[in-house]
């Protein structure tokens, strides 16, 4: 599978682009993104994902509500990468739409994100989403996120 190329390149950490901490921050690294998308990774693990322990213990599965999550992460860590709010820049959801699940996300498994602008001026964000793993289509989604300048 090979990823959009987007122009402008980063490596850098969801921790230093987001608000959100362990155990709820999914963006190990935001590596490129332009006025069209971003493209983010993350890899869920036993450490990382206290989950896995009570969801299908017998079977470890990502929750799909965490995987919308953490391929939505990666569009608001490219708001704050790109400086389209500056770095106090504050995401929340405002609609999860048409997500799908393809397969199963374990642990150990790297979630290479795509993340598409469809719309994005405050106070709206629209984008879609889709997460890999293995090059393999896992999920998808349409996601609407409230975005502001600041948080309060």
Avoid: W
């Avoid at 980063?10 to 608000?19: I, T």
């Avoid at 965490?66 to 709010?85: D, F, I, K, Y």
């Avoid at 106070?123 to 293995?134: N, S, T």
């Amino acid at each position: 599978m090979e990823y959009p190329d987007f122009k402008l390149k980063f490596d850098k950490s969801g921790e230093s682009l987001l608000p959100h901490r362990a155990p709820f921050l999914f963006v190990d690294k935001l590596i490129s993104a332009d006025e069209t998308g971003a493209l983010g990774e993350y890899t869920f693990t036993f450490e990382k994902n206290e989950f896995f322990k009570g969801h299908f213990p017998d079977f470890p599965v990502v929750p799909g509500v965490v995987l919308v999550e953490a391929m939505s992460q990666v569009a608001g860590a490219a708001v704050v990468a790109r400086g389209v709010l500056g770095p106090t820049a504050a995401f929340a959801f405002a609609a999860i739409e048409a997500a799908r699940f393809r397969r199963p996300v374990r642990p150990g498994d790297k979630l290479v994100t795509v993340a598409r602008i469809v719309k994005e001026r405050v106070p709206l964000g629209i984008y879609e989403v889709e997460g890999y793993v293995d090059g393999e289509l896992a999920a998808t989604a349409r996601v609407k996120c409230m975005i502001s300048n600041g948080r309060k």
